[in-house]
């Protein structure tokens, strides 16, 4: 019986495969630096350049007052609902994040 061996094709795409992987994985969390808490009855904002977005983990935030200037380390999630009253005003934002640090 002969060894299964992928012919140079099958172990090219195969790598590229891997790589793409690889890349996309640790593109996933960002960095910023000079975003701005922003709160309302709706939630906790990040703006970052023009874009605002929601936090899904706002404790973490709790020691930063509204308009206060941090710098975090974060990832775009799916979006999620919020628990308890929530008021009736919209306020547009690009994505939901969780944030790992903030200074």
């Given at each position: ?29 960002k960095n910023?630096?000079?975003a701005?808490v922003i709160?309302d ?5 990040l ?10 983990n706002?404790e973490i ?7 206060s200037?941090v ?5 775009k ?6 628990e ?8 547009e934002y ?6 790992y640090?903030v200074?």
């Amino acid at each position: 019986m002969q060894p299964y061996l992928l012919n140079p094709h099958q172990f090219s795409m195969r790598i590229l495969v891997v790589l793409a992987l690889l890349v996309f994985a640790t593109s996933c969390k960002k960095n910023v630096e000079g975003a701005e808490v922003i709160r309302d009855c709706t939630g906790t904002y990040l703006k970052i350049g023009n874009e605002d977005f929601k936090v899904y983990n706002i404790e973490i935030l709790d020691d930063y007052p509204e308009g206060s200037t941090v710098n975090a380390h974060y990832k775009k999630i799916p979006e999620f609902e919020e628990e308890g009253a929530v008021c009736m005003l919209y306020h547009e934002y690009s994505a939901s994040i969780e944030i790992y640090s903030v200074k």
